[in-house]
């Protein structure tokens, strides 16, 4: 597969290096078989490995496996910090534009009270 590098969250993502794929199109019923096939090769290839090598192939699956929950985990945090990040400057700019339409332009408003 060539490298790819993805930015963004399910179909919010976006690619930066790599060739063009649109993430909001679903996959087709022929992709997925095509996908399901490769996965039956990595259990082609698991049959061949001879018992010495399990405690390697375990230790670099517990490796992967540390590394992609760590790839999910920067994901949706990353996600949350651009949130977060975008409606907080942005919730704490109207208020101290409102806080100051109301002390500086506005002193005697409201009229009653």
Known sequence: KPVALDI???R???RLVGPPV???VKKSKAQILL???EEEDWVKLL???SPVAYPALLASGGIKGVGETSKF???VTDALDLF???YLTLLATGYIGIKFLHFKI???FPPFG
């Open 8 to 10: 963004g969250v399910g």
């Open 12 to 14: 919010f993502k976006k």
């Open 22 to 24: 649109d993430f909001s």
């Open 35 to 37: 996908e399901a096939e």
């Open 47 to 49: 049959e061949d490995v």
């Open 73 to 75: 985990i920067r994901e």
């Open 84 to 86: 977060v990040g975008r």
């Open 106 to 108: 506005f002193p005697e």
